[in-house]
């Protein structure tokens, strides 16, 4: 930029304007310039670089004013139309060769859609792996025999302890009938 502060005003007592605000207005300048704001003629004309801008604008609209396109040769249109002529008699291009001038010469925006479908397919199957590796690839836990599952069993129940117990102690008492 070249400057950012506002220019003094005048002796009238007009709107300060800053360079910014006035590129703004250089259109407006260059082709109606009564359209303008006075404050940015005012501008223009006290400020140096403004001032040169307008100036190149001018001249570059000049420049353009007195440029004159060419004419075009007088069997342009007669080449034109043989050149349509021949796209029409050709047979019409196969599946795959549009499918490849799209992929090869177009914007390629049609493809988003499946790009976001792969990419979310992709999530999924990896997303999938990831919770088959972590839980379900684990070797399933060993079977306990009949008799460990007995033993816990009776481990667990304390009433069959007392009885097992008493029984222990019929036994081992002399005066017992039951054991002549």
């Known amino acids: ?21 006035t590129k703004a207005q250089l259109a407006d300048l260059l ?3 009564a359209a303008a704001s006075s404050a940015a003629r005012e501008h223009v004309a ?23 396109a060419p004419e075009p040769t007088p069997y342009f249109d007669t080449r034109l139309a043989a050149r349509l002529r021949e796209e ?10 549009r499918m490849r001038a799209r992929l090869h010469y177009g914007s390629n925006l049609h493809l988003q859609p499946f790009a976001a479908g792969a990419l979310a397919l992709l999530l999924l199957a990896g997303g999938g792996t990831a919770v088959w590796v ?22 667990g129940n304390a009433q069959v302890y007392q ?15 039951s054991t002549n």
């Open 1 to 21: 930029m070249r400057n950012s502060q506002p220019t003094p005003a005048s002796e009238q007592g007009s709107i300060t304007m800053n360079c910014n605000a």
């Open 31 to 33: 082709l109606d310039p």
């Open 46 to 68: 006290a400020c140096a670089d403004c001032g040169a801008e307008l100036r190149e604008l001018q001249a570059t609209m000049l420049a353009m004013d007195a440029w004159e």
């Open 88 to 97: 029409k008699a050709n047979p019409p291009a196969g599946l795959w060769e």
């Open 134 to 155: 972590q839980h379900g690839a684990q070797p399933p836990a060993p079977q306990e025999s009949a008799t460990v599952q007995d033993l816990q069993l009776l481990d």
């Open 163 to 177: 009885q097992l117990n008493s029984l222990d102690a019929d036994l081992d008492d002399p005066g017992n009938p």
